[in-house]
């Protein structure tokens, strides 16, 4: 790393329940019981719940249903996104107090980059979550490292309302026995690919040369090199707005017919349904996009404007999409969708990598 990095103090700031805090604090009626907030239709999924809940397995993302299923007492109140705002916008002002070098990452977690202070790091963290407790009543976890990668996993280690530091000489062993689902970009079936690999830690991916993971997992082998070395040169960018969000599937075996397209496609629509629910149920959505590979490693993208995830519409993009190789077998699909910009009041929600 260079001088530069070294000296880098990142805090990341991650709101306890953030939705289910807020709704709480304006009932208190309900502390101490199973909170969740999100759509409570047949379809509808959590968007969090608090953690009363999750001791009954409730997560992020859950259908409803299931939820009730885990949880027969679960209270599931819907969501109140200007009041969600609000709040955040003044957590927002909090961490103005202390940097201008904030960069959020939805409305309830954001990077601080606060290596221009004199004060230690987990000095200014623990100050700036008393500041939100005083003046917002709700609680905050923190992560403070040299990086933004090390900072955001730290901000786990002492949830609820605590706090982790990871130092620049501490990087090695706290990232040794870190499992490598931890790692940014690692998903499911990227975690099944290390797993089959043998690698099921940090400690054993850098085990592996540069090389050989380039060889095994592509151009994302070399961010799962430098990632497992704790090695994040990333800046924390107060301008970058999120213009999208999508997911896609490569398959081992290509596709040679739309129907079995279409089959793919579902997962990757119910993937991305998730993901929104998840993060970005705030956002805006202007237009839905599939994108497909062909055999020749020909790319092309069919888009639709629309303001929800409609299934129909994919599977009808992904048909013109499709028709384009004139014959051609597929190789990756790729499903969704662009972000309406953010109003200039609003709370900035910006890219994680």
Known sequence: MSENETQRKIIHVDMDCFYAAIEIRE???LAGKPVAVGGSSGRGVLTTCNYEAREFGCRSAMPAF???D??????????????????????RMIFA???ELIEPLSLDEAYLDVSHLRSEASTIAWEIRQRIRIETGLAASAGIAPNKFIAKIAS??????????????????FLSDLPVNKIWGVGKRTAARLHEAGLRTCGEVRQRSEVELVQRFGKFGRSLYRLSRGIDERPVNPNRERKSLSNERTFRENLTTVDEGLVELEKLIVELQEDLSGRHEDRTIRE???KVKFEDFQITSAQRGGDHVDAEVFRELLVEAWERGEGKSVRLIGAGVRFRPLAVDGVEQLEMF
Request: with cysteine.
């Open 27 to 29: 009932q208190p009626e």
């Open 66 to 68: 299931k939820a009730r």
């Open 70 to 91: 885990l949880c027969p007492d679960l209270i599931l109140l819907p969501v109140r996104f200007d009041l969600y705002r609000k709040e955040s916008a003044r957590i």
């Open 97 to 99: 107090q202390f940097t």
């Open 156 to 173: 786990d280690w002492r949830k609820p309302d605590g706090q982790f530091e990871v130092r620049e000489d501490e990087i090695h062993d």
């Open 288 to 290: 839905c996009v599939v």
